[in-house]
């Protein structure tokens, strides 16, 4: 089996695996489909030596522009509709709660921790509209979870995120909630805007080769988590948004798109937004063994 051809060549590299060091099952079963598939695509599209090394100088380029501001191998995958699908097969849905969807290049840890009503703004724009986001965070059974923690951040009036613009303050548009004893959340931001997502490195190579446009609809992103739930990651969309059929991303779901409506006096905004979650109870957990 050492000697190899086009016919052996893959069973010859997944009969390598654990040939010389232990790997677990799941890491043989990772790489053992990887290598499969990987081997099929190459025979698929007779790929040639000069389109390997095209993809290898593609992907060292793509690893350049990571940063803590950056993350374009995320943005590959969302480009790819990888991110949510393994998304959906991380978190499938099998009851009550609310779906989830792709966390996105664009996270900062550690926002802000705000008081329960308070601003997320600090910067203003001249084509803004302030928004009394709100709504309840529920378990399956419909009760109000107290203490449950909520990031948010979302993009700027003007299409962009705080972390990929040096003329906002940091932070900016972000920020950390908790729920009180009722379930009840609420913040004041922006109405989120439609936005290209960064097409000028590898991201926009992979847009125009594949025929394919970089922009999203307005949304704001979300992590909701708190002891004995499982952590929720998704995104609230605009009804009225621009791109929600044509998601440069594939992230939009139906069960995750609202409506603005104009505010009362005296929430002190222009926009009132409402939207309920619902989180699922986090599974026993169970001692896996290794093997």
């Known amino acids: 089996m050492g000697i190899v051809n086009e016919q052996n060549i893959t069973d010859v590299v997944i009969a390598s695996l654990g040939k010389h060091g232990d790997i677990t099952r799941r890491e043989r079963e990772i790489a053992t489909g990887l290598i499969r598939h990987l081997h099929g695509f190459v025979k698929d599209v007779k790929l040639q030596h000069h389109e390997f090394l095209a993809a290898c100088d593609y992907l060292a380029r793509a690893g350049k522009l990571c940063s803590d501001n950056r993350q374009e191998f995320i943005l590959l995958g969302d480009i790819l509709g990888i991110e949510v699908l393994v998304d959906m097969m991380t978190n499938p849905i099998e009851g009550g709660e609310s779906e989830s969807t792709v966390l996105g290049p664009f996270y900062r840890e550690n926002p802000p921790v705000l008081p329960k009503g308070a601003s997320t703004i600090q910067k203003h724009f001249d ?71 960064p097409d000028d490195e590898t991201a926009g190579e992979l847009l125009r080769f594949m025929g394919h446009h970089p922009n999203r609809p307005g949304h704001m992103h979300f992590i909701i988590s708190r002891e004995g739930y499982r952590p929720l990651i998704s995104q609230i969309y605009d009804a009225d948004s621009a791109w929600l059929d044509d998601d440069s991303v594939f992230a939009v779901k139906e069960s995750l798109i609202g409506k603005f409506h104009p505010a009362a006096k005296d929430l002190g905004t222009d926009l009132h937004f409402t939207f309920d979650f619902v989180l699922k109870a986090a599974a026993a957990e169970q001692a896996v063994a290794a093997e």
């Open 127 to 197: 084509n803004e509209e302030t928004v009394y986001f709100e709504g309840y965070i529920r378990d399956e059974a419909g009760r109000g979870i107290a203490g449950v923690t909520m990031d948010v951040w979302e993009d700027a009036p003007n299409g962009i995120y705080e972390n990929l613009d040096p003329d906002q303050p940091e932070y900016n548009l972000r920020g950390r909630f908790e729920t009180d004893e009722n379930g009840h959340y609420a913040f004041v931001a922006v109405r989120p805007v439609p936005y290209p997502i």
